[in-house]
């Protein structure tokens, strides 16, 4: 076994050089090796056989699976997190009194809150939440995914737009970005609805940019049916080409008549 994992050091020393110099396609490559590898070490879960080598074993393990989960942030692969993720979790819950706990902990327990964030996927968020410990719920990464579900949830997207400059570790930008996305679609699908036009500089402030040329962007790559012309944001286009849903007022006017017969029946 001490073989085997000398060969997952030197393997795993190759990985973090290539993730160091961003070779995602060599990183890919690498950790396939590394994982078919580490299913040879029986000291991992779910197994946890006792052996000498098993702090190390765990150890390296879990490092192995940090490094994945970030990579895929990197690739911008969220089907890869979910899975790197879920190998990893058993190394923050299971093996606590086994080895020494990670710096990487909650910036990726972080990380995974605001994926879910992302995913629109709140009640797996609160679960999620509830099984963080009260010193969790404290640090600052964990703080900063539940503030801005928060803001989230009460419309206060000035809030959420502007906490990307405030992101408590790097690897957090990739979904602040899509969730300023998620953000300004929001308020762009309202803004069509309620207003026949809005001026540029009332569509600047309202969906949060900081020049012409942003909106001007967002409106040719996310809205081409809007139309920019005289100083103004023109949503006529989308009015017209959504789809018209008439409420069948007469069918609910039947339906509720025939619940009340039934009613005075049963009374």
């Given at each position: ?6 060969e997952?050091s030197?393997l ?6 290539a ?6 396609h060599?990183?890919d490559s690498?950790?396939?090796?590394l ?5 040879t ?6 197994l946890y056989?006792e ?13 192995i699976?940090e490094?994945?989960v970030?990579?895929?942030?990197k690739?911008e692969?969220q089907?890869?997190f979910?899975?790197d ?8 819950t ?18 995974n809150?605001?994926r ?5 996927r709140?009640a797996e ?5 509830e ?16 503030e ?9 997207y ?14 957090y ?7 300023a996305k ?9 803004s ?6 809005l001026?540029?500089e009332?569509?600047?402030q309202?969906?949060?940019f ?8 967002y ?21 017209e ?20 017969r ?5 009374v």
């Amino acid at each position: 076994m001490e073989a085997k994992l000398v060969e997952a050091s030197q393997l795993f020393d190759r990985f973090k050089a290539a993730f160091t110099r961003n070779d995602l396609h060599n990183c890919d490559s690498l950790l396939s090796q590394l994982k078919v590898l580490l299913t040879t070490f029986p000291s991992l879960p779910p197994l946890y056989r006792e052996s000498p080598t098993a702090v190390h074993e765990l150890t390296i393990a879990r490092d192995i699976f940090e490094h994945a989960v970030v990579l895929s942030v990197k690739a911008e692969d969220q089907d890869a997190f979910e899975r790197d993720f879920f190998q990893l979790k058993p190394y923050y819950t299971d093996t606590r009194g086994l080895i020494p706990p990670s710096p990487q902990e909650y910036p990726i327990l972080g990380l995974n809150l605001l994926r879910l964030l992302v995913q629109n996927r709140i009640a797996e968020f609160h679960t999620e939440l509830e099984l963080l410990s009260p010193t969790a719920l404290e640090n600052p990464c964990i703080k900063h995914a539940v503030e801005l579900e928060q803001s989230f949830m009460e419309g206060a997207y000035n809030r959420v737009l502007s906490a990307r400059q405030a992101v408590p570790h790097e690897t957090y930008i990739h979904f602040m970005d899509l969730l300023a996305k998620t953000v300004r679609d929001e308020i762009a699908g309202c803004s069509e609805k309620a207003y026949d036009y809005l001026s540029i500089e009332d569509a600047k402030q309202m969906l949060m940019f900081s020049s012409d040329q942003e909106l001007a962007q967002y409106v040719a790559e996310e809205h081409p049916e809007w139309e920019i012309r005289n100083g103004c944001v023109f949503f006529q286009k989308a009015k017209e080409s959504a789809p018209c849903k008439e409420i069948p007022s007469l069918q609910l006017i039947n339906q509720t008549l025939g619940y009340a017969r039934e009613l005075e029946r049963i009374v």
